[in-house]
């Protein structure tokens, strides 16, 4: 699988887009705000700017794309009148693989700027906004040219399946399973957690050459409390969505041999994974680091004890998952329309009656670092 051509939000803003289907994302981001609010104001406190950079790293499309940049204006802007000091301009850059719907981000710019100038008296001569094709684990900006850098909802994304796991490999070695689960072998395990090792540690390195010392980063990610990746906050929701294929896999209409070489370019690390990534590399210093249990639906008012309840939380997990993972089932297993329809229904359905049992929940990473001098 080549991660950088097939790994896309879904885009538009039709039914399964994710334009509309992005609720647990836009909570991800709620949660985290006061941590960003914290390193936005110590960076207007400590630093007379004219001009500053900010990137968003794996922007993705939708509302919550320019949502959070409109609130990280709103810190800088209310901390530099606090301070009696002018607001700078903003050199803003939105990142995303280059597969992403990056139209659909630049037709909302022009309600976007029109709100800036009218809410916030901020001008189209002080913000400038550009798209930024690539991935983030590898250089992307000019040396010294970002005070702020934040990511949400993107660094469990690896940059390839890991080495082994490929689809052409010859023996798969994470059979009926599409990611790691308390039955795949520690070899697979290993697989993962070093693809993530190489992969944060190229991230951290490139973001360190483009902020500037005392620059800031807030990044939030998928990940686990636990140092074992096989529990249920890490990967149980690959889980059912592999109960929901192999019961496609029975009726002869998806092949068991994709379901055997498909492994998800996906890791939920630790937070002692991170912190060995970020000491190794050692150009930045950890302010905060803390985990949020993030509800499978973003935590949406359903009663799930009733057959209508644990229907409509089951549907808008499978909407949100869809959302994130159908272009790359499309790439791998070649199904078309009616069988995705299909497989979807059947996993919200499987999630409906595992939540109603236990309520399974995400844990969400938030890590806030600062640029040494």
């Excluded at 991660?3 to 836009?26: C, D, F, I, P």
């Excluded at 903003?90 to 022009?110: A, E, G, H, K, W």
């Excluded at 094709?133 to 040396?143: E, T, V």
Aim: proline residues 4%.
């Amino acid at each position: 699988m080549e991660v950088m051509q097939v790994l896309h939000m879904n885009q538009g803003n039709g039914e399964t887009s994710y334009a509309k289907n992005s609720t647990v994302q836009s909570k991800i981001i709620s949660v985290g705000k006061p941590i960003i609010e914290e390193a936005v104001h110590a960076i207007s406190c400590n630093n007379v700017l004219e001009s500053m950079g900010i990137a968003d790293l794996g922007c993705s499309s939708g509302p919550n794309t320019l949502s959070v940049i409109s609130e990280i204006m709103d810190m800088v802007q209310a901390t530099s009148r606090r301070l009696g000091r002018p607001v700078p301009e903003f050199r803003v850059y939105l990142n995303d693989l280059y597969s992403n719907d990056f139209n659909y981000i630049f037709m909302s710019l022009p309600a976007f700027y029109h709100i800036l100038k009218e809410e916030k008296g901020i001008g189209c001569g002080s913000c400038f906004i550009s798209g930024v094709a690539g991935s983030f684990y590898g250089r992307l900006f000019p040396s010294n040219s970002l005070q702020f850098v934040h990511s949400s909802s993107s660094l469990h994304w690896l940059s390839q399946v890991p080495p082994g796991l490929e689809s052409n490999a010859l023996t798969p070695l994470n059979k009926g399973k599409l990611y790691i689960s308390k039955s795949s072998p520690q070899s697979v395990l290993n697989a993962y957690s070093l693809q993530f090792q190489n992969d944060f540690s190229m991230f951290i390195e490139s973001r360190s050459q483009e902020l500037v010392p005392g620059g800031r980063m807030v990044l939030s990610f998928m990940g686990r409390r636990s140092t074992d990746p096989t529990t249920e906050e890490s990967c149980h929701h690959w889980e059912l969505l592999a109960q929901a294929i192999m019961s496609l896999v029975r009726e002869g209409r998806i092949e068991e041999a994709k379901v055997d070489s498909f492994n998800a370019p996906y890791y939920a690390p630790c937070a002692e994974e991170i912190k060995m990534e970020i000491q190794k590399e050692g150009s930045f210093v950890i302010d905060r680091l803390e985990g949020f249990e993030i509800d499978w639906d973003g935590g949406a008012v359903s009663d799930i004890q009733t057959a209508q309840g644990k229907l409509l939380i089951g549907q808008r997990v499978a909407k949100t998952i869809r959302a994130v993972v159908e272009s790359m089932l499309e790439s791998h297993f070649g199904i078309g329309q009616d069988i995705m329809d299909d497989l979807f229904s059947r996993y919200a359905e499987i999630v409906g009656n595992h939540l109603s049992k236990t309520r399974t929940k995400y844990i969400n990473l938030v890590i806030s670092l600062i640029k040494k001098g």
